[in-house]
């Protein structure tokens, strides 16, 4: 028995055969796949990795042959984004219902023949390009999968160092946990782990003789457990009983309906704030998206995203949900989320200050920016607008007609987009207030129970002295969100929950009692809610 010390980064205890992960190469079979959302995922971290492979390789070049000769990875980089080539690919997907690999090698060959017949001797020459990047994506598919090496056994596995779209791609039902030497806490890896529910560690260096052994990964006490002698295991094996059967509960549940004993149906959706959650969407089984915090990708950027920027996320969130309902939400800076390009005056109380909605109803520039990449977005599934932090009916009837003013220049201009859900957030008491008169004005509604709290009780949700007060339960809160309820039900609109509160299971059955129709809560919690609202009356 032998043991090795490492960092958690990722809770919980697995045990059985150690898998030392090696990305070989394989030959590409075709076979079915079921979910179709999840290769779809595949292929689009694959894609990803494929493009970043090739941003390194263009570096290094750069250094080798200089920055003429390296030219050709920015082209082949820009070339993996082709939309033609890529809708080709998820298309495939999609309707033959075959895997990433197959996919991706069919569409390569077909657009391999497409331009090697061409005259032009430029294009002609990209049909090798084409090949090129077309192998490259199916390297990083199966240097994910590995399925076929890690055999029909669960395994921890254990690698020098996984990368998220790795990670992702693994056959959750066959990976106990994973170790690695490199990485970090923070790492998207780490927090994949996290999402995922795998126990994980870093800084354990592998070994390959360890192929095939038993072994321990306990992710709590940050250890790493090769050949463990008997009475340690007997010890282990109680630990991990205890856990999995809490886990087994939950994932029992998965392709359940989210429906009460008395037969009250209640859409189950996720808030994500980044491509990157949707593993987990997807992992959880939502059955939306009821809100996307669409600011981080500003926070993540160093300058105002473009439109293009913008709907290349958007367009892939709404590919990767296959028609299911996507509510994106409106920039909402200001207060704690702050962007230095915006270049915002310091504010006394910046939690009432010039933030979210107001921003983009004095910025119409920016605010139409996002619109027009939401509304070209709009034709890859089903998506909705919110907007947040609204106090009144004017400034609905100002984004409406800036709406308009959008969609007339994409119609000049021959863009095509489709009809979209608009709704607002019930965030701030005037709303609440006054939401029999908002509910005449849009599509839907959803309470964002963490503003509504801070400006009910006059508490700001960032000051840690407040903390022991700062009551999500307040009778105030949970009136005012009964009374949104009824307001909208009046005016025929439905109505969701997207804050915190809407995973608080100790509220699941007085929010459906309120009548809500729809929960949105954050990725992991989806089946503990689902839970909840199926053991409701
Ligand atoms: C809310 O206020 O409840 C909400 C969902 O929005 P955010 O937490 O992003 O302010
Ligand atoms: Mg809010």
Redesign the pocket.
């Given at each position: 028995m032998e043991r090795f010390a490492g960092k958690s980064m990722s809770d919980g205890i697995a045990i059985g055969k150690i898998f030392v992960y090696a990305k070989d190469e394989q030959v590409v079979k075709c076979t079915k796949v079921e979910d179709v959302s999840k290769e779809s995922i595949r292929y689009e971290s694959a894609k990803e990795r494929a493009i970043a492979e090739l941003h390194h390789l263009y570096e290094v070049a750069c250094k080798e042959v200089g920055e003429e000769n390296a030219q050709i990875f920015n082209v082949q980089a820009m070339m993996l984004e082709d939309d033609d080539y890529n809708k080709a690919i998820l298309n495939s997907i999609q309707s033959e219902l075959v895997n990433a690999e197959y996919a991706v090698a069919k569409t390569g060959d077909s657009f391999f023949a497409m331009f090697a017949q061409m005259e032009d001797e430029y294009f002609n020459a990209r049909s090798i390009d084409v090949k090129d990047i077309s192998e490259r994506i199916i390297k990083c598919l199966q240097g994910h999968i590995a399925g076929s090496q890690i055999g029909d056994e669960p395994v921890i596995i254990v690698a020098k160092e996984l990368v998220p779209s790795e990670v992702v791609q693994f056959d959750k039902e066959k990976l106990l946990g994973f170790a690695m030497e490199l990485g970090s806490s923070n790492s998207h890896t780490a927090i994949l782990a996290r999402m995922m529910n795998v126990p994980a560690l870093i800084h354990i260096k592998s070994d390959p003789a360890w192929n095939g052994k038993l072994a321990i990964l306990d992710a709590t006490e940050g250890v790493l457990i090769i050949d463990p002698s008997e009475k340690v295991l007997a010890e282990y094996r109680k630990k991990y009983e205890k856990k999995l059967e809490q886990r087994e509960l939950l994932r029992q549940l998965k392709g359940k309906e989210n429906v009460t004993l008395s037969g009250r149906q209640i859409r189950l959706y996720a808030?994500i704030g980044n491509v990157k959650d949707l593993a987990s969407v997807i992992q959880n089984d939502a059955g939306g998206i009821g809100?996307f915090?669409s600011?981080f990708l500003y926070l993540e950027s160093d300058h105002y995203p473009t439109e293009e920027e913008q709907l290349a996320v958007y367009k892939q969130v709404l590919s990767v949900m296959t028609g299911k309902r996507v509510i994106i939400?409106t920039l909402?800076i200001g207060a704690d989320k702050q962007v230095d390009y915006f270049k915002l005056d310091k504010e006394e109380n910046p939690t009432m200050g010039y933030r979210a909605i107001r921003i983009c109803l004095d910025r119409p520039d920016v605010f139409k920016t996002q619109l027009r990449a939401l509304y070209r977005a709009s034709v890859y599934g089903t998506l909705s607008i919110m907007y947040?932090m609204i106090i009144s009916v004017e400034e609905v009837r100002k984004i409406k007609e800036i709406n308009e003013e959008v969609k007339k220049e994409l119609k000049e201009k021959g863009i095509p987009y489709r009809q979209v859900e608009h709704g607002i957030?019930i965030?701030t008491p005037a709303a609440a207030v006054i939401s029999d008169l908002l509910a005449k004005e849009v599509d839907f509604f959803?309470?964002?129970?963490?503003?509504?709290t801070?400006y009910t009780l006059a508490i700001d949700r960032q000051n840690a002295k407040l903390e022991a007060i700062n009551d999500s339960h307040h009778e105030a809160v949970l009136r005012l969100i009964k009374m949104t309820i009824e307001n909208a039900h009046k005016e025929g609109i439905w109505v969701g929950i997207?804050?915190?509160?809407g995973a608080d299971v100790t509220l699941t059955e007085r929010f459906i009692e309120m009548g809500i129709d729809e929960l949105s809560v954050a990725p992991a919690s989806i089946l503990s809610v689902r839970k909840a609202i199926r053991e409701c009356r």
């Open positions: 808030n809100l915090r600011e939400r909402d947040p957030m965030e959803s309470i964002g129970t963490n503003d509504l801070q997207c804050g915190e509160l």
